[in-house]
């Protein structure tokens, strides 16, 4: 999950009004009393934010706090849990002091201690695709009192006010999360967030109530929230259309969201809510696995890949091709993979083959998650795999699973070739290159790449302007396009469908695009 550097590009969303005319809403509960139901496919894997870098982080925004955050509109850490600055010129020394009287749900004093303890444990569990590869920058913690904790870098790093802005960064009870492992899952969350998680069941259900004891930005306009996990966005759909929720966040299809936007009887008293350019999707290959260990069988795919053709038949419109890791809108996007390959062409990929003595059809497995990036994942491995077979370079298997196991097997290094996302993290291109790169990385599969990790990335890092770093992230695509460890696809728009009483929406997702669910809220008449 990382971002842009302009998060305004991000957090800029239009309401679209399906069907026009007046209701008025009559209760004895007031707007901001009301509660509100959520629908998405998108199921957090862990409710632990030591164990996550995923879009677990739905769920921890809403339910825990960070000393940092980006308020919608902000395109720069705020204050949430702690006022923040670098105490030094070399960006090395980062002090945070925390609000006053500040508690976790269960009524535990949220001081300086506890800090500590939550960023400590995530670099003491280290866990598989957790958040510890953010803290690379991090030497030590130190606190002051029972307010102030100061951050020492071993090296400037501009960038860290942004992770710890991040819901990775979510403040957790010591008496509740252990320092050396990860909390048990109970279904239960202490937290000192805008909500309480008062219920829970996998994949199903959880219910979220206002929590008193909460101190930061965040202004409730409604109740409570209820979120509805779906195995799929049909499922969803209907029940949007039932009424039973009130809206849908993540997963819905192209075909979906065009079809919301017909003036169908069926989408009588429905709005859709578009913010553009959010996300990106693309390939990974595991080059531990021989079958794509070697780089002319990644050139030729990259040689062959007709996104056009991809986001037309799949996508709809609701996506745009994308020809580099950082995506349109960011500072030090390129279109680095057009540049060198071109329009698709099967006589260049065949010369490539050829000339690494590759004379077979090349068999691959193709992976993709089936419950985390919506039902049109399936449609476009499909696409991907018609694509390479019509070459007749390639025999594509295309298989899928559900994201906790799937996540599991590909950071075991277990699939070639997979599909994976990316939603904003924070507004740097360094967000988009930095994760995918080491030994260990969020994808699993090392990456090494000395000229990146150890020259670019911390050059840029010292520079507080971080419209300054262009030229550093303009080579690193280049050196990743020579790679082609990585295959970029498209970037696209996230989508909000709700009823036609439920404002807010235009407000909802934050510069990350992680779910606000405070800003939603029943209107009192439309």
């Not at 999360?177 to 959880?206: C, F, M, N, T, W």
């Not at 994308?322 to 006589?347: C, N, Q, R, W």
């Not at 080491?438 to 507080?464: A, C, D, F, H, M």
């Amino acid at each position: 999950m990382f971002n842009r550097t302009s998060l305004q590009a991000a957090a800029a969303l239009a309401s679209i009004s399906l069907v026009s005319g007046c209701g008025v809403f009559s209760d004895t509960e007031s707007a901001g009393e009301q509660r509100i139901t959520i629908g998405t496919t998108s199921s957090p894997s862990t409710l632990d934010p030591a164990a996550s870098w995923d879009n677990s982080w739905e769920i921890f925004r809403n339910v825990y706090q960070t000393l940092l955050s980006f308020p919608t509109g902000t395109t720069t850490p705020k204050t949430d849990a702690a006022d923040c600055k670098f105490t030094d010129t070399s960006s090395r020394v980062f002090e945070c002091t925390l609000l006053e009287g500040l508690k976790f749900s269960n009524g535990h004093a949220l001081d300086a201690k506890a800090v500590q303890h939550s960023i400590q444990r995530i670099r003491t569990i280290d866990a598989e695709g957790g958040p510890n590869g953010m803290l690379g920058s991090l030497d030590s913690i130190e606190t002051v009192g029972d307010r102030t904790v100061v951050f020492k870098l071993n090296k400037p790093d501009a960038t860290f006010p942004f992770v710890l802005a991040t819901p990775a960064m979510s403040l957790v009870d010591p008496a509740e999360y252990p320092a050396d492992q990860l909390r048990k899952q109970d279904g239960k969350v202490i937290g000192s967030g805008p909500y309480v998680l008062d219920g829970y069941e996998v994949r199903k259900q959880a219910e979220l109530s206002p929590n008193p004891n909460y101190k930061g930005f965040a202004a409730r306009k409604n109740g409570g929230v209820t979120i509805k996990y779906f195995d799929g966005s049909e499922a969803m759909v209907k029940a949007l259309r039932a009424e039973e929720i009130d809206a849908t966040y993540r997963g819905l299809t192209a075909e979906e969201v065009t079809s919301l936007q017909e003036g169908k009887e069926e989408n009588k008293g429905l709005q859709i809510v578009e913010s553009t350019g959010a996300d990106i999707r693309y390939l990974v290959f595991n080059t531990q696995d021989e079958s794509v260990a070697d780089p002319a069988v990644r050139k030729a795919i990259a040689q062959l890949i007709d996104r056009d053709e991809l986001v037309s038949k799949v996508y709809r419109g609701t996506a745009e091709p994308l020809y580099s890791m950082v995506p349109k809108g960011i500072a030090a996007h390129t279109t680095k993979f057009f540049d060198t390959y071109g329009h698709p062409d099967k006589e260049k990929a065949e010369k490539i083959l050829r000339k690494a003595g590759i004379t077979d059809k090349v068999e691959l497995n193709f992976w993709y998650t089936t419950d985390r990036y919506g039902s049109s994942t399936a449609a476009e491995f499909t696409e991907l795999k018609r694509q390479l077979e019509a070459s007749g370079l390639f025999k594509v298997t295309i298989q899928g699973k559900p994201w906790t196991e799937y996540q599991a097997a590909y950071q075991k290094g277990e699939y070639a070739v997979f599909g994976r996302g990316w939603f904003p993290d924070f507004p740097d291109p360094d967000n988009f290159v930095a994760p995918f790169l080491g030994q260990k990385n969020v994808l699993g599969t090392p990456y090494l790449s000395p000229r990146i990790t150890k020259e670019l990335l911390p050059k840029s890092r010292r520079e507080s302007d971080r419209g300054a770093v262009t030229d550093e992230f303009v080579e690193a695509q280049s050196i990743m396009v020579d790679d082609v460890r990585l295959l970029p696809l498209w970037q696209g728009k996230l989508y909000i469908a709700a009823r036609e009483d439920i404002g807010g929406g235009e407000r909802a997702l934050d510069p990350q695009t992680v779910m606000q669910l405070w800003e939603l809220h029943r209107r009192a008449s439309w």
